[in-house]
C-alpha cells in the first residue's frame, strides 16, 4: 500500500515510515497541514495518516476539507489527545480511525493495513458514480446524464480507474501499471490517444468536461 503520513515531529514521522516501510508498505511524508493537504489532494494514497496537531492547518480541518472535494481515502488521526470527546471530533471531521499517543509500532501497522483492506473492499464496488456519470461494472454500461455512452473495452478499464480515484491526480506511470499492466514505460503515446478517445466521448456533446490533464503530473476525473 501507499501510506501518507502527515507528522510535525521529525524523528516520529521517520519512526512511522521505518515501522511501515519494513512492513512492505511506500510512505511519503508531509510536515505541515497545507502539504499534507495538498498532497491528498494530488496523490492517489490508500491511507493517510494525519496528527491532529499540525503547523499552518490542523489535521481535523485538512481532512474536513479533503471530504468535502470528494476525496475518500481512508484517514487514522493520531494525537496525544485521547479522550471519547477528542476521538469522536476526529471522527466527526472524517477520520475513519483514531489512534491515542503513545502507541505500539505493531498497532499502527496493524490499524493502517485494517484500514487499507476495508478501501480495497469498499473499491469492489459494481457500480460506480462521479457526479453526473455513472458506471455499471457488471452490464459494462457507461452513462453520462442518463445517455449511454459506447466505450471499447480499454478505455472501459481506463475509465474505471479514473473513476474509483476520481477528484485525485492519476499519474502516467499508475496508468500504465494499472491498465495496461506494464511496469516499465514503453516509451509510446498508447495513454495520451486513449485519454484523448475517452475524452472525446465522456465530454462531448456535454457541457462541463469532467477529464482534464494536469500538466506535468498526470490526468484527473472530476465531478
Do not use: C
Given at each position: 500500500?501507499?501510506?501518507?503520513?502527515?507528522?510535525?515531529?521529525?524523528?516520529?514521522?521517520l519512526y512511522?515510515?521505518?515501522?511501515?516501510?519494513?512492513?512492505?508498505?511506500?510512505?511519503?511524508?508531509?510536515?505541515?497541514?497545507?502539504?499534507?493537504?495538498?498532497?491528498?489532494?494530488?496523490?492517489?494514497?490508500?491511507?493517510?495518516?494525519?496528527?491532529?496537531?499540525?503547523?499552518?492547518?490542523?489535521?481535523?480541518?485538512?481532512?474536513?476539507d479533503l471530504?468535502?472535494?470528494?476525496?475518500?481515502?481512508?484517514?487514522?488521526?493520531?494525537?496525544?489527545?485521547?479522550?471519547?470527546?477528542?476521538?469522536?471530533?476526529?471522527?466527526?471531521?472524517?477520520?475513519?480511525?483514531?489512534?491515542?499517543?503513545?502507541?505500539?509500532?505493531?498497532?499502527?501497522?496493524?490499524?493502517?493495513?485494517?484500514?487499507?483492506?476495508?478501501?480495497?473492499?469498499?473499491?469492489?464496488?459494481?457500480?460506480?458514480?462521479?457526479?453526473?456519470?455513472?458506471?455499471?461494472?457488471?452490464?459494462?454500461?457507461?452513462?453520462?446524464?442518463?445517455?449511454?455512452?459506447?466505450?471499447?473495452?480499454?478505455?472501459?478499464?481506463?475509465?474505471?480507474?479514473?473513476?474509483?480515484?476520481?477528484?485525485?491526480?492519476?499519474?502516467?506511470?499508475?496508468?500504465?501499471?494499472?491498465?495496461?499492466?506494464?511496469?516499465?514505460?514503453?516509451?509510446?503515446?498508447?495513454?495520451?490517444?486513449?485519454?484523448?478517445?475517452?475524452?472525446?466521448?465522456?465530454?462531448?456533446?456535454?457541457?462541463?468536461?469532467?477529464?482534464?490533464?494536469?500538466?506535468?503530473?498526470?490526468?484527473?476525473?472530476?465531478?
Amino acid at each position: 500500500m501507499r501510506v501518507l503520513i502527515v507528522e510535525d515531529a521529525g524523528e516520529t514521522a521517520l519512526y512511522m515510515r521505518r515501522a511501515l516501510e519494513e512492513a512492505g508498505h511506500v510512505v511519503d511524508l508531509a510536515a505541515d497541514g497545507p502539504t499534507g493537504e495538498m498532497m491528498a489532494r494530488g496523490g492517489a494514497f490508500d491511507v493517510l495518516v494525519f496528527d491532529r496537531m499540525l503547523p499552518k492547518k490542523d489535521g481535523l480541518s485538512v481532512v474536513a476539507d479533503l471530504r468535502t472535494a470528494g476525496i475518500a481515502t481512508p484517514v487514522l488521526f493520531l494525537s496525544a489527545l485521547g479522550d471519547v470527546e477528542h476521538r469522536v471530533e476526529g471522527l466527526k471531521a472524517g477520520g475513519d480511525d483514531y489512534l491515542a499517543k503513545p502507541y505500539a509500532a505493531s498497532e499502527l501497522i496493524a490499524r493502517v493495513e485494517a484500514l487499507g483492506r476495508r478501501h480495497e473492499g469498499g473499491a469492489a464496488s459494481t457500480h460506480l458514480k462521479v457526479g453526473e456519470l455513472e458506471m455499471d461494472l457488471l452490464a459494462r454500461v457507461v452513462r453520462r446524464e442518463g445517455r449511454k455512452i459506447d466505450i471499447q473495452p480499454r478505455e472501459f478499464r481506463l475509465l474505471e480507474y479514473l473513476m474509483r480515484n476520481a477528484n485525485q491526480v492519476v499519474t502516467r506511470t499508475m496508468l500504465l501499471e494499472k491498465v495496461w499492466d506494464y511496469h516499465f514505460d514503453p516509451q509510446t503515446n498508447v495513454i495520451d490517444v486513449h485519454v484523448s478517445r475517452l475524452r472525446s466521448k465522456i465530454d462531448r456533446d456535454f457541457d462541463k468536461p469532467m477529464l482534464h490533464t494536469v500538466r506535468g503530473a498526470g490526468y484527473r476525473l472530476e465531478a
